[in-house]
């Protein structure tokens, strides 16, 4: 016994359900060309798609191998076949009689453009007063059944297209702007970087060149060779790093997440420190959650942020040593969402108010430029670029003689 026909309302309900479970345009375009055809009866068709970027509708998908040979990969804006199912707003066969007089010539161009194409039917998409798409069907393979029941079928079908088609090219638009936002903040940032890496190489460079100017003249004086060239070497040192650092944060770095044990994580962190602050007479105090949940990341950057916020809380603390906590927490955010947390909290000279919204600014440093302190201002820089790339969060909190918190917070994996 034959499968019964489906219900029109039925076929709608179930292609609408498939077209709403998909996000990209290839699959969204294929699964409709292909709902279009069956509906239509014929094995050919081709969907074509606004590419507001080329000002054309460009072929994006096609029910048939055949059709590549029968239609073009592009149709320009003001091709007679868009525009008249622009101005029509329905299903355009090649047995139409024009309604209006006003019709008849945009009509005749658009049925000639159909036959030229081997298309009977010309089915628009259009969302909010815009042709988004239209599909072109092949020869109709059978004439049974209600042929108003079948237009009144591809109508639905076609309005149902058209509404995800609009969604989801909207969404594509979005996660480019998203991107191209991000590449513009980056280049944003790399001017900043640029003028701060100017100012930074002047002194080392004026040593350096005073070193050459003076060295023909001076090279028989040991202790000027020996003294100046000690400088001279340091300097040398300064503007490798500074280099790198800088590559460190032009690169755009896409995170390699893997399922990870947080409080693992920072463990291996603070035994990095841990002879360093016992050098320096610093307590470490840990409080790890023990149902801690697993988060997604890159291991080795993440490490780089727990370090660098170790490290700068280390090199607060000075004198008569200080105490350092590392507390991981879970965090419920609003809607369920579940997120880990770390705050890594000195007992340092805490950073001044004026300060603070500009620690994470390139070349922006506190420490002083001597020493083991001294600072270049891209530390903070890099691990606020990294946490972002995780879609986390990094906030500060610090008092004036009394220390300083900072708190990273990074999405869960589920339960």
């Not at 092949?138 to 309005?159: I, K, N």
Request: some cysteine; glycine content about 6%.
């Amino acid at each position: 016994m034959p499968p019964s026909p489906r219900e029109p309302l039925d076929i709608v309900t179930s292609f609408a359900s498939d077209l709403g479970a998909m996000t990209g345009l290839t699959a969204l375009g294929d699964r409709i060309i292909q709902e279009l055809c069956l509906a239509g009866a014929t094995p050919h068709g081709a969907l074509f798609l606004l590419d507001r970027e080329h000002e054309c509708y460009r072929r994006a998908s096609m029910a048939d191998p055949a059709a590549p040979t029968l239609m073009p990969a592009t149709i320009a804006l003001d091709h007679p076949l868009p525009q008249h199912l622009l101005a029509t707003n329905r299903i355009m066969t090649e047995a139409d009689v024009p309604i209006e007089a006003h019709e008849a010539a945009a009509g005749t161009g658009a049925r000639t453009a159909m036959k030229s194409l081997h298309a009977t039917r010309a089915v628009p998409h259009l969302n909010k007063g815009r042709l988004i798409a239209f599909s072109l069907l092949g020869e109709t393979q059978s004439s049974t059944g209600d042929q108003t029941l079948t237009e009144s079928l591809l109508a639905a079908l076609a309005q149902t297209a058209a509404n995800a088609l609009d969604t989801t090219v909207l969404a594509e638009d979005l996660q480019r702007s998203h991107t191209l936002m991000k590449r513009t903040d980056r280049l944003k940032s790399l001017e900043t970087i640029a003028g701060g890496f100017a100012h930074e190489i002047r002194n080392p460079l004026t040593s350096i060149k005073t070193f050459i100017q003076l060295a023909p003249e001076r090279k028989d004086d040991p202790e000027f060779i020996q003294e100046f060239s000690k400088i001279v070497l340091d300097d040398v040192y300064r503007i490798e790093q500074l280099i790198q650092r800088i590559l460190d944060y032009a690169r755009y770095m896409e995170p390699k997440l893997t399922d990870e044990d947080f409080n693992d994580l920072a463990t291996s962190c603070i035994q990095f420190i841990d002879v360093k602050a016992t050098s320096r007479g610093v307590t470490i105090e840990k409080i790890f959650a023990p149902d801690l949940p697993r988060v997604m990341l890159d291991r080795q950057q993440i490490k780089q942020v727990l370090l660098n916020l170790l490290l700068n809380a280390m090199d607060s603390m000075t004198g008569a040593g200080g105490h350092l906590r590392v507390q991981t927490s879970k965090l419920v955010k609003p809607g369920g969402k579940v997120w880990v947390r770390i705050d890594i909290q000195d007992t340092g000279g805490g950073i001044q108010a004026a300060n603070l919204d500009h620690i994470f600014d390139p070349f922006f440093t506190t420490k002083k430029e001597s020493g083991e302190h001294d600072g270049m201002g891209l530390g903070l820089t890099i691990v606020h670029q990294i946490v972002q790339e995780h879609h986390g969060e990094i906030q500060v909190q610090s008092t004036v003689g009394v220390g300083t918190t900072f708190s990273v917070s990074l999405p869960a994996l589920p339960a």
